[in-house]
């Protein structure tokens, strides 16, 4: 089953390590990864999406929890939580396709942010269902270069994984 | 201040009297400013031996113990003892050289990323990386190394740090946000657990390595007493309550007693006391989970229901919650009104054949009922000891062996450690040829500094805890097993300055140990085994 989880952490080198190598032990492919600044200075938030047996993932965020720099972790799901993904796709974009692969694009909710030489970065900020459904549709008119940054989410209403809150 | 004084003020604060340890050319900027602190040095012969060392000075005394090697192969020789602290909660700070900050990754001569290779079996590890940083990280790693579930905690300083100026503040405060070990259990899961126990028709206590470090030895006696429940040990747990104690059972586990491991069949709640449910000591996960109910005290909310579902989960230190559930049974009531069953005490003890057997050698040891610390290393030899030592002078710490990495070698530093930490008591060392053998140079240590253990080494010139496994699961095939007999243990012994005597006849085993307790010096027992007796295997089937 897969597992959306926060973990807030102290902003110093070798965290990374530390929480990967509780993953890597546990034998889990951790599927996503993201690591970004937060609103309280020093403390990083990583998101995670893994995919694996319940009670054995359970394990893992108690371990995750018991480092010392690791300061909240936290689980999402669709129903407590915003889910978002965010996509770069290089996409050819020659004048006989161009209004078709723009109008996809709008469709889902994402805009062209370059265009050279025929070729054209898209990005999508968007659910991870949209975003592969666009990877779908856009697939016929060759994709060049794609990247997607995993998952990333925020629980709705006023929970939030900074402890002062 | 130079950083190396810093370390070594910060370890006078910390309350350090002894470090074990070994220079290289990364750590002399310390070894330099040692001698202008009254603290003791021990110069090890191998890295290995100052963890094992800092570990059984931290057993045997509850204290923080302390081991320092220099960079690369150095630090990476420590690796075997930190990680058999880290499995056994061991409190210990290892500290490491690193090279100069300008050569970090660079590969440069005797470097290794330390930190890295440690993360897995280290409750912490810290790369310090100016003299300013040390004296926090000092602390924190005090703190963490013997607060909640103890652990070891490495600190890896360039040697150019070590050099480097800096103030000394030794008030600098170390907040630890992400770190509040929880202490108090939940009042509601205690409630839970003293409904359930008082309702149990036979309950059982199941006693760990944590009852020890939580000093819940009376707590655990008085519910025992209160439950009219049978107790049973882990390995890691033996010494936790006396051998003498009237419901105490033995051990449980693959190796345990049949008494102990028959009772666990027979209970409807099984109460774990700072008890892991190790594969070990539960022998199969499957039938273990249907034996009965389960409550479990555990300061470590990671190792609750890490492998066996737990109806009861109480995250605490063993202690406090032992005494809030004790007050709540008390006022409850209802069990001091049931019928309680009368203590069980069939403790094993060997049926001797007056040949040299471990057994039979771990019996007259008993007999001879010592107020005495004693250790083992791993294999056969260990079981043994663990199912027949039965001292009513074994006090709670009072034996020490490697439970969770089963390190071979790690029985006679840490006999040393253990000495140091309490040299008013005699130290008993069982170890096997192997085992000895992996750590044996450590006799010239305790020869140069006199730390006197009684060595009995159980010598069947086999790895025998091997050649039980071959013999029942391979077929009795035994390849690689066997020793040739070409140590003269006693005379290795006498090379370092120490003295000795080889025993072949059963016999003369009590006038050894009582020669070897008289000694001042270490003294090297070399019993001959004869017999290769497998131990039994205890299992769930009926």
């Known amino acids: 089953m897969q597992k959306i989880i926060s973990i807030l952490v102290e902003d110093k080198p070798g965290v990374l390590m530390r929480i990967a190598g509780l993953f890597f032990r546990r034998g889990f492919n951790i599927e996503a990864l993201s690591v970004g600044s937060t609103e309280i200075p020093g403390k990083s938030r990583f998101t995670i999406t893994v995919d694996g047996d319940e009670a054995v993932l359970e394990q893992v965020r108690k371990q995750v929890q018991k480092l010392l720099n690791v300061h909240r972790t936290a689980e999402h799901d669709h129903k407590n939580s915003q889910l978002r993904e965010y996509a770069l796709i290089k996409i050819n974009f020659s004048k006989k396709i161009k209004t078709e692969v723009l109008h996809l694009v709008e469709f889902f909710g994402g805009r062209v942010i370059d265009i050279y030489d025929d070729v054209a970065i898209i990005e999508i900020a968007e659910e991870e269902s949209r975003i592969d459904m666009l990877f779908e549709r856009l697939e016929p008119y060759e994709i060049i270069e794609s990247l997607r940054t995993g998952k990333v989410s925020m629980f709705r209403g006023k929970r939030s994984i900074n402890p002062q809150r | 201040m130079k950083g190396a004084d810093i370390l070594l003020k910060g370890l006078l604060d910390q309350g350090v009297r002894v470090l074990f340890g070994y220079p ?94 440690t993360i897995p079996i280290t409750k912490h590890n810290q790369h310090i990386l100016t003299a300013a940083e040390i004296t926090p990280a000092l602390k924190t790693a005090f703190l963490l190394a013997k607060s909640g579930r103890p652990g070891p905690v490495l600190l890896d300083i360039p040697k150019d740090v070590m050099l480097e100026e800096a103030e000394y503040d030794p008030d600098v405060d170390v907040t630890l946000e992400g770190y509040n070990p929880i202490i108090a259990g939940h009042g509601g899961q205690i409630k839970k657990a003293a409904t359930l126990l008082a309702s149990a028709k036979n309950p059982v206590i199941v006693a760990g390595g944590g009852v020890i470090r939580s000093g819940a030895t009376d707590q655990l006696i008085e519910l025992a007493e209160l439950l009219g429940a049978p107790v049973m040990t882990t390995l890691m747990g033996k010494s936790a309550v006396p051998q003498s104690f009237k419901y105490h059972l033995g051990m449980i586990g693959m190796h345990g007693a049949k008494v102990a491991v028959d009772t666990l069949k027979s209970a409807d709640v099984i109460f774990a006391v700072g008890a892991r449910f190790g594969d070990r000591a539960v022998l199969s996960y499957e039938k273990f989970t249907d034996l009965a109910k389960f409550i479990q005290i555990d300061i470590d ?167 039980q496994v071959q013999d029942i699961f391979y077929d009795g095939k035994y390849m690689e097993c066997e020793f040739p007999p070409n140590v003269e243990f006693v005379d290795v012994a006498r090379g370092m300055g120490l003295d000795g005597v080889k025993v072949t006849d059963i016999k003369d085993v009590r006038g050894a140990i009582e020669k070897g307790l008289e000694s001042d010096s270490t003294f090297v027992i070399d019993c001959i085994i004869e017999s290769q007796e497998n131990i039994p295997y205890q299992s769930y089937d009926n």
């Open chain 2, 24 to 117: 290289g050319a990364a750590t002399l900027p310390i070894y330099d400013r040692m001698d202008d602190y009254p603290i003791r040095h021990i110069l090890v012969r191998h890295e290995q031996a100052a963890a094992h060392m800092a570990d059984g000075y931290a057993r045997a005394s509850g204290e923080v113990g302390v081991c320092l090697a220099t960079s690369g192969p150095g630090a990476t020789n420590l690796v075997t003892g930190i990680a058999t602290a880290y499995l056994d909660s061991s409190p210990i700070v290892a500290i490491t050289g690193q090279v100069e900050r300008r050569f970090i990754g660079t590969d440069a001569f005797q470097e290794v990323d330390i930190v890295g290779i």
């Open chain 2, 301 to 467: 909310p990671a190792e609750i229901e890490k492998t066996v579902k737990v109806d009861i989960p109480i995250v605490g230190d063993a202690k406090n919650v032992l005494t809030e559930l004790i007050k709540r049974l008390k006022e409850d009531g209802s069990v001091t009104e049931r019928k309680k069953k009368k203590p069980v005490r069939n403790l094993e003890t060997y049926d001797s054949d007056n040949g040299m057997s471990i057994p039979a050698i771990v019996e007259i040891l008993s007999e001879m009922g010592g107020d005495f610390i004693v250790a083992t290393d791993v294999g056969r030899h260990q079981i043994w000891a663990a199912k027949y030592y039965n001292s009513p002078g074994l006090d709670r710490g009072g034996f020490i062996t490697s439970g969770g990495l089963g390190t071979m070698g790690f029985g006679f530093p840490a006999s040393m450690g253990a000495k140091m930490a309490r040299p008013e008591k005699k130290v008993v060392l069982i170890t096997g040829d192997g085992s000895f053998m992996m750590n044996i140079q450590e006799l010239a240590t305790s020869s140069h500094y006199n730390i006197p253990v009684v060595v009995i080494i159980m010598n069947d010139h086999h790895l025998g805890m091997i050649r």
